[in-house]
């Protein structure tokens, strides 16, 4: 594993669990002057980038799995940030008696995004172990 990637998953995790302590502590601003209307998109909305952004970056990190290839990094953890607003603007519309279809459109966004990351990224980490390994159609007869 190289160095950057260390650095990059050391970074990912602090950035993630940073968001997440954000999201919670705007929850609990937020619902202060909720009139007692909580909505669990809301309520929930810290976990996302705990679970889906922390979690995965702190397992790279520790594991010593190497980075991910940028195209599949960035499209996961932009589905991650989109999942992410599409639950805090669910949120907020749930508490304010209002409804749009572009947080859903968000949402669909957001999960396709974040599983095409998920693919690519092991269709990287599978072609990267399958590189490394000898291959048995080499001649040794020579």
Known sequence: ?????????????????????????FTAIYYQF?????SDYMTYLGLIPLV???LPAFIFWRKNIPAPGYLSYHMYFSGVAALTMASCLRGIFDIAGNS???QTYLMYFGVITTLLGVLLCAASLLRRAVRHEPSLDTDDRT
């Open 1 to 25: 594993m190289y160095t950057s990637d260390d650095k990059l998953m050391k970074k990912t995790f602090w950035i993630a669990l940073g968001c997440s302590v954000f999201f919670g502590i």
């Open 34 to 38: 909720s009139h007692d209307v909580y």
């Open 52 to 54: 889906l952004g922390s």
């Open 100 to 102: 749009s279809v572009y």
